[in-house]
């Protein structure tokens, strides 16, 4: 950075207050990134409620889903668009590393097992989205799954 400034990052953890669950959470100039855990039968029942069935719901709240808000902060740092790829996330847990499970992974899935129509579009809706640009102020939130 110019002037010999030096970019800061923090990570934090806490409860979430709407939620009442853990969350992670790092900021750095000009983003945030929360992710919310969500409980398993939380996703069943959300879900349930949208037409899936029990096996489906199952495989989706066993895959680790998290609540994800991303926000990009710049208009209070040096205004600039931001970019991010769910393809290009990484997860490591045991020495292993995966990918998530994205929108169009869960389209092919979804599609062989004949899930209705209006639950695949009520899920893909649900879920963060893959790729995403936000401008300064922009932020969005969805469901994350982990693939765990």
Do not use: H
Not at 15 to 44: F, N
Not at 93 to 104: I, P, Q
């Amino acid at each position: 950075m110019a002037g010999g400034a030096v970019a800061q990052t923090e990570i934090s953890t806490g409860i979430d207050v709407e939620a009442g669950l853990p969350y992670w959470e790092i900021r750095g100039p000009g983003m945030s990134l929360r992710l919310v855990q969500r409980l398993p039968d939380q996703t069943r029942a959300f879900f349930l409620a949208r037409g899936f069935a029990r096996t489906d719901v199952d495989l989706i709240a066993q895959s680790c889903v998290f609540q994800t808000i991303f926000k990009n902060t710049s208009q209070t740092a040096r205004p600039s668009a931001l970019e991010y790829n769910l393809r290009d996330w990484r997860v490591r847990v045991a020495g292993a590393v995966r990918g998530l499970k994205t929108r169009e992974d869960w389209t092919e899935e979804w599609a062989s097992r004949g899930i209705p129509q209006p639950a695949r579009i009520a899920f893909e809706w649900a879920l963060f989205p893959t790729r995403q640009a936000y401008n300064p102020g922009d932020y969005n939130w969805g469901m994350s799954v982990f693939n765990l």
